[in-house]
């Protein structure tokens, strides 16, 4: 049996893949920040958002390959899969969001709209900070609930500003081109969620620090 599990993944690669995982969080969410601040440059972030989220999906694939084969993981399975799809959402939101503005054509944006890819990008790098203290969660148990905590109330802040961005959308725009305000609302629509999947992400987190502590 010891050299059957001598040749079964290790349980600490699950660690170095959600990191990655995180990593391609981090520039898909600058990406789509940069997408935001509008310009001929659109594009050029438009792509860049396509290849994290490719990027992402083949951690995501080598992840749940690995749940498979490995012997002993770090945490329940079923949390692993959880924890890694729940991630992957998010980024794949940013690139539902991102090809919602190619597909449009759109190269300039609300003022509401960039501060929401602000926000997106700072629950990546809270994400980011959060994944790699899963390796020794016992003891960084108090900074991971404020994380989660933080993530939740950023998306708190995001309704906020979705609200607002849809009032002054309809207020500026929505009477003198209703299609360009389908449009916009789309768009908010679309950021909005990407908010909502880094908060099922923190759920995650959190779940997994319930059960084992």
């Not at 607002?164 to 950021?191: F, Q, R, S, T, W």
Request: charged content about 30%.
């Amino acid at each position: 049996m010891n050299w059957f599990q001598a040749l079964m993944p290790k349980e600490g690669r699950f660690f170095d893949l959600f990191e990655q995982h995180a990593a391609t969080l981090c520039a898909g969410a600058q990406a789509l920040h940069r997408l935001l601040e509008g310009g001929p440059e659109t594009p050029t972030h438009c792509a860049a958002v396509a290849r994290h989220e490719d990027a992402a999906d083949q951690v995501t694939r080598e992840v749940m390959l690995m749940v498979r084969r490995t012997f002993i993981t770090p945490f329940d399975r079923a949390d692993i899969i959880d924890l890694i799809s729940s991630m992957d959402d998010a980024i794949d939101q940013m690139h539902k969001t991102a090809k919602a503005t190619s597909l449009f054509e759109q190269t300039t944006f609300q003022p509401h709209m960039l501060q929401l890819g602000e926000l997106i990008e700072r629950t990546a790098n809270l994400t980011a900070e959060a994944v790699p203290l899963l390796r020794s969660m016992r003891g960084h148990a108090d900074r991971l609930n404020e994380i989660t905590e933080e993530v939740k109330r950023l998306e708190e802040e995001s309704d906020h500003l979705y609200d607002a961005g849809i009032a002054a959308l309809y207020k500026d725009i929505g009477k003198k081109d209703p299609m360009a305000y389908i449009v916009g609302a789309e768009i908010y629509d679309h950021l909005e969620k990407v908010v909502d999947r880094f908060e099922d992400v923190a759920n995650r987190i959190s779940g997994v620090l319930i059960e084992h502590l």
